[in-house]
């Protein structure tokens, strides 16, 4: 039987609950709702599925000790006390992110110092020689969370934060993250049963982001890679069965439908859903929104409008009444979401909202409101059975979560660090004789295995999917295209590019694009 643990899935406020579905979808356990958070429990398995399909989370981490610290030496003891063995080794490397909310640690960077030095002094007391610190890339990366005097340390199993799908080849001045996009669509409701408009799509995430969720692709397929590879306890195989995995993807019967004023928010746009393999899903087109005569029918329309701070166009007041004019006299009978950030840009849209839900976009204090729009009269519409209300939206902002008292922590902690430690010494007999030199060779090495793809995956059945849909971008910096509207040639040879799913493909493309250069 498979070994279950906690875990922690972090996403961005407010998407909380749509996380914790998500989870239980794939089989977590002991589901809570945290602030920014979700704790849960599951084995291996799960793990590797969250950090694949979870489009809400940011990163899945997990635990590996707690404790109470109330100054820096304390912190510093309990670190340098603690069995790294099982994680780390003089020849690997590692990155510490820290967390702190706390009146004692007020500086993040110093408590990773402290913990730094902690793990260096017990690899040097114990070989003489210490783990280096690498800032990208490294074997191992630890995340470090101090709630007052509570810390808890945990491996980061998906390493580059998750909303880094991969896909994004060109953006435009103020994308919307990806992990808020997919999370306000979910939000919403709509799971691709209908057809789905975005009129001011910049860079096309949230068209990219409705694809994946209609054809139930999963987003981490785009990735890369994920920390957790690294790890020594890595089942490659198993890994590679859930990675190749096409089972659960479905035909999409609509249509995807995606606008911009800007020539070349629709030319990153394109690149990018081209990137992603979903281009037979989306139909793009180069005008303003007060432009569109025609709505197409049975759709939700979903879009991100300039707030006025980075992109500030000339007229916004203007351009918050032609959304109302337009939503009101073209797209009847349409449920449309608009994310906004000043209440006098709602109030120009002249509309009443069946939904107000506050929602984070960065640091900003945004709103997501919903807007029913019917055909005629109000009292017509009210007589025929309509409503302008959604009793079925899931308002939840803040989750009211309980914090333990210090004893509660205490104790807890003492559990799951016994709980730890028995472990530790049945991984200890299990591994007994496990042969050093072949765990030398499979993990020492920084360079990626081989993931192949699944020969028995029927690419007739959907015309649309791509071979395939992971693009190897970490060697380019991504074009912002308000600055710079044509790609470079580079890009352009990134994206014209057809890759399998298959870390050979990516190495042999990277190393004949550095034997050009």
Same mark, same amino acid.
């Given at each position: 039987?498979?070994?279950?643990?906690?875990?922690?899935?972090?996403?961005?406020?407010?998407? =909380?609950?749509?996380?914790?579905?998500?989870?239980?979808?794939?089989?977590?356990?002991?589901?809570?709702?945290?602030?920014?958070?979700?704790?849960?429990?599951?084995?291996?398995?799960?793990?590797?599925?969250?950090?694949?399909?979870?489009?809400?989370?940011?990163?899945?981490?997990?635990?590996?000790? $707690?404790?109470?610290?109330?100054?820096?030496?304390?912190?510093?003891?309990?670190?340098?006390?603690?069995?790294?063995?099982?994680?780390?080794?003089?020849?690997?490397?590692?990155? @510490?992110?820290?967390?702190? %909310?706390?009146?004692?640690?007020?500086?993040?960077?110093?408590? *990773?110092?402290?913990?730094?030095?902690?793990?260096?002094?017990?690899?040097?007391?114990?070989?003489?020689?210490?783990?280096?610190?690498?800032?990208?890339?490294?074997?191992?990366?630890?995340?470090?969370?101090?709630?007052?005097? &509570?810390?808890?340390?945990?491996?980061?199993?998906?390493?580059?934060?998750? %909303?880094?799908?991969?896909?994004?080849?060109?953006?435009?001045?103020?994308? @919307?993250? =990806?992990?808020?996009?997919?999370?306000?669509?979910?939000?919403?409701?709509?799971?691709?049963?209908?057809?789905?408009?975005?009129?001011?799509?910049?860079?096309?995430?949230?068209?990219?982001?409705?694809?994946?969720?209609?054809? %139930?692709?999963?987003?981490?397929?785009?990735?890369?890679?994920?920390?957790?590879?690294?790890?020594?306890?890595?089942?490659?195989?198993?890994?590679?069965?859930?990675?190749?995995?096409?089972?659960?993807?479905?035909?999409?019967?609509?249509?995807?439908?995606?606008?911009?004023?800007?020539?070349?928010?629709?030319?990153?746009?394109?690149?990018?859903?081209?990137?992603?393999?979903?281009?037979?899903?989306?139909?793009?087109?180069?005008?303003?929104?007060?432009?569109?005569?025609?709505?197409?029918?049975?759709?939700?329309?979903?879009?991100?409008?300039?707030?006025?701070? &980075?992109?500030?166009?000339?007229?916004?007041?203007?351009?918050?009444?032609?959304?109302? !004019? *337009?939503? $009101?006299?073209?797209?009847?009978?349409? !449920?449309?979401?608009?994310?906004?950030?000043?209440?006098?840009?709602?109030?120009?849209?002249?509309?009443?909202?069946?939904?107000?839900?506050?929602?984070?976009?960065?640091?900003?204090?945004?709103?997501?409101?919903?807007?029913?729009?019917?055909?005629?009269?109000?009292?017509?519409?009210?007589?025929?059975?309509?409503?302008?209300?959604?009793?079925?939206?899931?308002?939840?902002?803040?989750?009211?979560?309980?914090?333990?008292?210090?004893?509660?922590?205490?104790?807890?902690?003492?559990?799951?660090?016994?709980?730890?430690?028995?472990?530790?010494?049945?991984?200890?007999?299990?591994?007994?004789? !496990?042969?050093?030199?072949?765990?030398?060779?499979?993990?020492?090495?920084?360079?990626?295995?081989?993931? $192949?793809?699944?020969?028995?995956?029927?690419?007739? $059945?959907?015309?649309?999917?791509?071979?395939?849909?992971?693009? !190897?971008?970490?060697?380019?910096?991504?074009? @912002?295209?308000?600055?710079?509207?044509?790609?470079?040639?580079?890009?352009?040879?990134?994206?014209?590019?057809?890759?399998?799913?298959?870390?050979?493909?990516?190495?042999?493309?990277?190393?004949?694009?550095?034997?050009?250069?």
């Amino acid at each position: 039987m498979n070994q279950t643990f906690p875990m922690v899935a972090k996403t961005f406020q407010g998407l =909380e609950d749509v996380l914790s579905e998500e989870l239980i979808a794939l089989g977590a356990q002991n589901v809570e709702i945290g602030l920014r958070m979700v704790t849960f429990e599951g084995d291996l398995e799960l793990m590797y599925k969250a950090n694949l399909c979870c489009r809400t989370a940011l990163r899945i981490l997990k635990p590996i000790i $707690k404790f109470t610290a109330s100054n820096s030496d304390e912190l510093y003891d309990m670190v340098r006390d603690f069995d790294w063995d099982k994680y780390l080794s003089p020849d690997k490397t590692f990155a @510490i992110d820290s967390t702190v %909310n706390s009146s004692e640690f007020t500086h993040s960077k110093f408590v *990773t110092y402290r913990v730094k030095d902690g793990i260096a002094d017990y690899f040097n007391d114990k070989y003489g020689r210490r783990p280096s610190i690498r800032l990208n890339g490294a074997d191992i990366n630890l995340n470090v969370h101090i709630a007052g005097e &509570r810390v808890t340390i945990s491996l980061d199993s998906s390493g580059e934060s998750l %909303n880094k799908r991969g896909y994004r080849v060109a953006q435009t001045e103020a994308p @919307i993250n =990806e992990v808020l996009a997919a999370g306000i669509i979910l939000k919403t409701g709509w799971r691709g049963e209908s057809n789905f408009v975005d009129p001011m799509c910049g860079s096309g995430t949230f068209l990219i982001e409705a694809a994946l969720i209609a054809a %139930n692709i999963n987003p981490g397929v785009f990735r890369q890679n994920f920390a957790f590879e690294k790890w020594a306890d890595f089942d490659k195989e198993l890994f590679e069965q859930l990675y190749n995995d096409d089972s659960q993807e479905r035909e999409f019967a609509y249509k995807i439908y995606g606008g911009d004023i800007a020539q070349a928010a629709i030319a990153a746009a394109r690149k990018n859903i081209k990137a992603a393999g979903v281009e037979n899903m989306v139909e793009l087109e180069c005008k303003p929104f007060d432009q569109w005569t025609e709505a197409p029918a049975d759709g939700i329309l979903i879009t991100n409008p300039p707030y006025g701070e &980075r992109i500030n166009p000339t007229d916004i007041a203007g351009l918050y009444k032609s959304i109302g !004019h *337009t939503l $009101k006299f073209v797209f009847k009978g349409y !449920h449309a979401w608009i994310l906004g950030y000043k209440d006098e840009h709602f109030k120009e849209i002249g509309l009443k909202p069946s939904v107000k839900f506050p929602i984070l976009n960065g640091s900003l204090e945004c709103e997501l409101r919903e807007y029913v729009m019917f055909d005629g009269k109000y009292d017509e519409f009210k007589i025929a059975g309509g409503s302008v209300s959604n009793k079925d939206f899931n308002r939840q902002a803040k989750p009211k979560v309980r914090r333990m008292t210090d004893e509660e922590w205490s104790k807890e902690a003492r559990k799951f660090n016994s709980k730890e430690k028995k472990q530790s010494r049945r991984d200890d007999k299990k591994d007994k004789h !496990h042969d050093d030199k072949k765990f030398k060779k499979d993990f020492k090495s920084d360079k990626p295995y081989d993931r $192949k793809r699944n020969d028995n995956f029927d690419d007739s $059945k959907r015309e649309w999917k791509k071979d395939a849909r992971s693009i !190897h971008n970490s060697r380019k910096e991504i074009e @912002i295209v308000n600055k710079a509207p044509k790609l470079s040639a580079d890009s352009e040879t990134i994206v014209n590019k057809v890759y399998m799913r298959s870390r050979k493909a990516w190495k042999k493309q990277s190393d004949s694009e550095d034997n050009q250069d």
